[in-house]
């Protein structure tokens, strides 16, 4: 249960950094940069999530 919230909680973390409003801060040239880390990390978490529930469907947990 520990495991499905930490992915849970990075699958959000990646979210935030995709909507976080950069504009008008010293990040701002960082935009693209912070979007594609969020958009990884959110592939990332998802996997790790799906893993997590197909092994825990087939018993293996």
């Known amino acids: 249960m520990n495991q499905i ?3 849970l909680a990075g699958l959000i ?3 935030a950094l995709t909507e976080a409003p950069l ?3 010293f990040l701002s040239s960082l ?3 912070i979007d594609v880390v969020g958009l990884i990390s959110m592939v990332v978490f998802s996997a790790g999530l799906i893993y997590s529930g197909v ?3 087939i ?3």
Request: net charge positive.
């Open 5 to 7: 919230i930490a992915f």
């Open 13 to 15: 973390g990646g979210y």
């Open 23 to 25: 504009a008008g801060t």
């Open 55 to 57: 092994k825990g469907l």
């Open 31 to 33: 935009e693209s940069l």
């Open 59 to 61: 018993g293996k947990s």
